[in-house]
């Protein structure tokens, strides 16, 4: 069964940069498809981004070009660094591992973007 424990959450400004960490204790993780989605007070859950244990990606528009998802299949870790981030990131964010149909999620951490 597959853990996955998130961090590197926090409070910056906007502008400001976040990189997320999520540590999976699984024997193999490179079979998993990992994922970042948030969710906002008052809002439902959204896909922010997805990474196949290949490594091929894909984003949510709000985030195109500031956000970049990536793994280490070593490390068994799956990354997300956030860039120019605007007050509406401000969510928490979790981490997502599936292999067939078995999805598994994290715990989540808070990120906060304001002045």
């Known amino acids: 069964q597959v853990q996955l424990v998130e961090s590197g959450g926090g409070l910056v400004q906007p502008g400001g940069s976040l990189r997320l960490s999520c540590a999976a204790s699984?024997?193999?993780?490179?079979?998993?498809?990992m994922a970042w989605y948030r969710q906002a007070p008052g809002k439902q859950r959204e896909l922010v981004a997805t990474?196949?244990?290949?490594?091929?990606?894909n984003y949510a528009d709000s985030v195109k070009g500031r956000f970049t998802i990536s793994r280490d299949n070593a490390k068994k870790t799956v990354y997300l660094q956030m860039n120019s981030l605007k007050p509406e990131d401000t969510a928490v964010y979790y981490c997502?591992?599936?292999?067939?149909?078995?999805?598994?999620w994290g715990q989540g951490t808070q990120v906060t973007v304001s002045s």
């Open positions: 699984v024997s193999i993780f490179s079979v998993y498809a």
């Open positions: 990474i196949t244990g290949g490594g091929i990606t």
């Open positions: 997502n591992a599936n292999v067939g149909l078995i999805v598994t």
